[in-house]
């Protein structure tokens, strides 16, 4: 479950202006929250606190409502994530094509735990549920592309594969 | 006029295998050999024969090439599409016979399927509007709006006896009359697209191989309840579904099918789409319309049911892809057609993704009332490596595992559930002898602690503490008064709960325990795992008549727990041991077992 982060917030000026559109487009419409909590992730990589507050004080919704929807769902983040997001597919597929040992050994080799980023801010590693792509199982996402037909010797050069 | 048609699959499970780099390929190749006025590649959905992609098929001969590469294709073009000389080694197989090429609805994976849902899928451009006219496509919305009354349509629907294929399998034609009766100023028209299932991908497929098949549903229940607008929750996390959705509802508007005044008849409707941020209770109808408001997707007290009191207090009704894509067909074939395929109480067919331990992992279409084997051995090919099948697990986190004795039930919505599984949105995840029971339950058990909202106690502490209960028996230190006091806060965990996440959540626990309650017995009282998975009761040992002493596995054990001279038998030190499987994975030898 998310936290707040620790990270110090460092958003810019172009970054803020590009939210506030977002929000002056899409304030109208009923049920906007979600749509511009998405929006703003997508332009921060993540909802720091900072962001949220901007997101409450214009829609004139509570934070602690904004609050609880951002912590609700998983895809919101409050952490920063790595410049290389990794998601290991833990879906029943793959669960039972043995990706839960891929999920370790990744964190093993990275030195982190599902959920953390490494201290570079290289890579981050997260379980997901399906990517839906099944037919490749074990299968994980690193930045949207899919890597399927996993096996445990693949997994270092996947990794050396990003620089 | 194009002489020749070149399908190449671009769903998610092709494109993961590089189907888009294929495409990029024969693109340039084609132009490379001045073909580009004779042959045209069109990128479409999902074939359905996921396992083997990417997967090209080239018309007119239906020549179907699987896991080509974008190194195949300069082979590909200068042989088959100058030449006219199919390339052998990458023809599926099972097309090939004695007598030259097959068709592929003659080959095992299709020769048992009906495929109404999936029927534009893999055959047509997602992306242009005009492939799916030129099937037929709009013409049932035609049809309703101009020769149809409102009751006439409901009427069509129940006669065919379609039911809700999100799982629950309530009666659609019902669920229309009610939301019909009701007077609002607005009503809406929900599609549930937020395939939460893990390891279902049929909804996926359908948004991404067919997406106006979902848009004619949706106006075609907008006239019929009085409703003229719509909404797509879909699931972030599927991309391609996402954009493909957008432009389908951009070229219906540009063609007049969304829109005001749609066939000049009066009526408007429109559509939005709206993404999941991921939450699988955002599955459950009431939870999903909570999202769509913008507020945290938790699921409220039913009644009002949403067909009185729905989206934004509005009446509503919602129905997930696979029941909307059924709904154009029945219009146009009519109730009789619809309601000649299935069993009693289930008719039409049903969309499963096969996966895990199966042959043909990918999409299927099946009559309702087709046999687990049928699906398992016949479609699907059997169990990989000659092992042998041990449970089919459908339904998802809500379903349960049916074992082999179970195989030849006719599947259909209420037979599943007198075995313990249910329906489901169609994941179908096949399991063989080394997958443990025990773990299996113990898996769903943590997604669903992972995704009950937290809203009534009953799902939010009771899961919790059956997975504890799961723990222990996995861990070798339950009793079995442990066991009773679980099968206990199960049946608890089902009456009390708020929703259908928390009712359901004990299922796949019920249901292994109904089955396999052997296994249960040996983790508690032999502390072993038949399987050989669960960790704390497994041990690593070395077969001395068949280790050669080649050192690998001292070499790659990341505990040292492997000693031994070379060329001298090895031994593991069961206190270093981490169990982590290397040794075995790197013994040439087959000289290490787990115990």
Redesign the interface.
């Known amino acids: 479950m998310s936290t707040i982060s620790t990270v110090p917030f460092n958003g810019t000026p172009k970054q803020e202006k590009e939210l506030l559109t977002v929000i002056k487009e899409l304030e109208d419409k009923?049920?906007?929250?979600?749509?511009i909590?998405?929006k703003a992730q997508d332009i921060y990589g993540y909802l720091p606190i900072e962001v949220q507050t901007i997101i409450s004080d214009k829609l004139h919704i509570p934070m602690e409502k904004v609050y609880?929807?951002s912590t609700?769902?998983?895809?919101?983040s409050l952490n920063p994530k790595g410049k290389y997001k990794i998601q290991v597919c833990?879906?029943?597929?793959c669960?039972?094509?043995s990706s839960g040992?891929i999920y370790?050994k990744l964190g093993?080799l990275l030195g982190i735990k599902g959920g953390e980023c490494t201290p570079d801010g290289k890579f981050s590693l997260e379980a997901?549920?399906?990517?839906?792509?099944?037919?490749?199982?074990p299968?994980m996402m690193i930045n949207?592309?899919?890597?399927?037909r996993l096996t445990?010797?693949k997994l270092q050069g996947i990794l050396d594969s990003f620089d | 006029m194009y002489r020749s048609h070149v399908l190449v699959c671009g769903g998610t499970g092709c494109t993961s295998s590089g189907s888009l780099k294929v495409i990029d390929a024969l693109n340039s190749e084609i132009k490379k050999n001045g073909l580009d006025d004779e042959v045209q590649v069109v990128e479409t959905g999902c074939h359905g024969l996921c396992a083997l992609g990417p997967i090209m098929m080239v018309y007119p001969e239906g020549t179907l090439y699987t896991r080509v590469s974008d190194k195949d294709v300069p082979e590909i073009v200068s042989e088959h599409l100058l030449k006219g000389r199919p390339v052998k080694r990458l023809i599926y197989d099972e097309t090939v016979t004695d007598q030259g090429i097959r068709s592929l609805n003659e080959t095992n994976f299709y020769k048992k399927q009906t495929r109404i849902a999936l029927r534009n899928c893999g055959v047509i451009n997602p992306e242009n509007i005009e492939e799916y006219i030129g099937t037929g496509g709009y013409e049932a919305l035609g049809k309703v709006l101009t020769t149809m009354t409102p009751d006439d349509v409901i009427k069509v629907l129940t006669d065919s006896g379609l039911r809700g294929r999100g799982g629950a399998g309530f009666p659609t034609g019902r669920k229309w009359m009610f939301a019909k009766g009701n007077k609002a100023d607005q009503k809406y028209v929900c599609c549930n697209a937020d395939e939460g299932d893990p390891g279902a991908f049929m909804d996926r497929s359908v948004l991404e191989g067919d997406p106006h098949v979902v848009l004619e549903g949706m106006a075609i229940a907008g006239y019929t309840i009085g409703s003229t607008q719509g909404y797509i929750y879909v699931r972030a996390e599927y991309p391609i579904a996402v954009q493909r959705l957008q432009i389908a509802i951009d070229q219906a508007h540009e063609y007049g099918m969304l829109g005001k005044n749609i066939f000049d008849t009066g009526f408007d409707f429109d559509i939005e789409l709206r993404l999941g941020a991921g939450a699988f209770v955002c599955g459950e109808e009431t939870a999903l319309m909570h999202s769509i408001e913008g507020e945290r997707g938790e699921p409220r007290p039913r009644p009002p049911f949403p067909a009185v009191k729905g989206l934004f207090g509005k009446p509503t009704i919602l129905n997930n892809v696979e029941t909307w894509a059924n709904v154009p067909q029945i219009i146009l074939k009519g109730a009789d057609w619809f309601a000649s395929m299935g069993t009693e109480k289930s008719k039409g067919t049903k969309v499963f993704a096969l996966g895990g331990k199966i042959n043909n992992t990918g999409l299927v279409e099946i009559p309702m009332g087709t046999t687990l084997r049928e699906i398992i051995f016949d479609i699907g090919g059997g169990i990989p490596n000659g092992k042998k099948f041990k449970a089919a697990q459908t339904g998802g986190p809500s379903g349960g595992c049916i074992s082999a004795e179970n195989l030849d039930v006719p599947i259909d919505y209420d037979n599943l559930i007198a075995i313990g599984s249910m329906m489901g949105s169609g994941g179908l995840i096949v399991m063989d002898e080394d997958n443990c029971m025990v773990d299996i339950a113990k898996f769903f058990l943590e997604f669903t602690v992972d995704e009950s909202c937290g809203k009534c106690s009953p799902c939010r502490i009771g899961t919790k503490r059956m997975l504890e209960y799961l723990t222990k028996i996995t861990e070798g230190k339950a009793t079995m008064e442990d066991l009773d006091k679980l099968e206990e806060l199960c049946y608890a965990v089902k009456d009390n709960s708020l929703c259908a996440l928390g009712q359901t959540a004990p299922n796949p626990v019920l249901s292994t325990m109904r089955y396999f309650k052997d296994e249960y017995i040996a983790h508690i009282r032999d502390k072993k795992c038949p399987a050989g998975v669960c960790k704390a009761l497994i041990g690593f040992h070395i077969d001395k008549d068949k280790c050669r002493g080649c050192t690998m596995c001292a070499r790659n054990c990341p505990a040292d727990a492997i000693s031994g001279s070379v060329k001298q038998p090895h031994v593991i030190d069961a206190q270093k041991c981490i169990k982590c499987g290397t040794c075995m994975d790197v013994c040439k030898f087959g000289a290490i077992y787990k115990e």
Do not use: H, N, W
């Not at chain 1, 009923?30 to 749509?35: F, R, S």
């Not at chain 1, 609700?72 to 919101?76: C, E, L, P, R, V």
């Not at chain 1, 833990?90 to 597929?93: C, E, V």
């Not at chain 1, 997901?128 to 199982?137: E, K, M, T, V």
């Open positions: 009923p049920g906007c929250l979600v749509p909590l998405q609880g929807v609700f769902y998983s895809q919101f833990l879906g029943t597929a669960y039972v094509k040992p370790e093993e997901c549920r399906c990517l839906g792509a099944c037919g490749l199982a299968a949207g592309e899919v890597y399927g445990l010797d």
